[in-house]
């Protein structure tokens, strides 16, 4: 996502786009253009440039549980000193799909997404609480997903 510190400009017409995008990542550039009163080349020029520019991304968003990752959980970190450091270590690790700094109870939120219990023990208890400057962690594990989406639009 893009990195906020850069602060980015966005014209209405790009924030419409972004909306069109979120509502469905696969409309066509015809049809979004046609929604935000541009051509399809120039829709395909501004997504491309807000792509480049690491404004937005477009992926596909799985169901964990349908792809084999049946235990999810949000874990509070607490660090000792760089708290960047730390974040960028696990940031590198595949299971943590979010990696947030907070101010609050916990200096970082991590979220993992794991394939059993096993492998959610395997990586908090010898990946996570390894990484120097970890001094504890706080494990909430998911026993229901009830709403993940990504439909917050541009405000």
């Known amino acids: 996502m893009a990195n906020r510190s850069t ?4 014209d209405s017409v790009s924030l419409a786009i972004i909306e069109q995008l979120q509502e469905d990542g696969r409309r066509p550039y015809a049809a979004i ?4 009163g541009l051509s399809e080349a120039a829709v395909r020029q501004r997504v ?24 999810q959980a949000m874990v509070g970190v607490h660090v000792e000193g760089d708290v960047e ?16 700094m907070t101010a609050g109870s916990f200096d970082l939120m991590v979220e993992i997404v794991c394939e059993d219990d ?14 120097p400057g ?5 494990s909430f594990v998911y ?5 993940q989406t990504y439909m917050w639009g541009t405000r």
């Open 85 to 100: 450091a730390v974040a960028d270590r696990l940031t590198a690790m595949d299971e943590c799909e979010y990696v947030v």
């Open 33 to 36: 253009g046609k929604a935000v």
């Open 143 to 147: 026993l229901k997903l009830k709403k």
């Open 7 to 10: 602060d980015k400009h966005l």
């Open 48 to 71: 491309q440039k807000l792509l480049d520019q690491g404004v937005m991304q477009i992926v596909a968003v799985t169901d964990p549980l349908t792809v084999g990752f049946r235990r």
């Open 134 to 138: 970890v001094r504890s962690t706080e």
């Open 118 to 131: 096993d492998h959610l023990l395997e990586v908090i208890n010898h990946r996570i609480r390894a990484v």
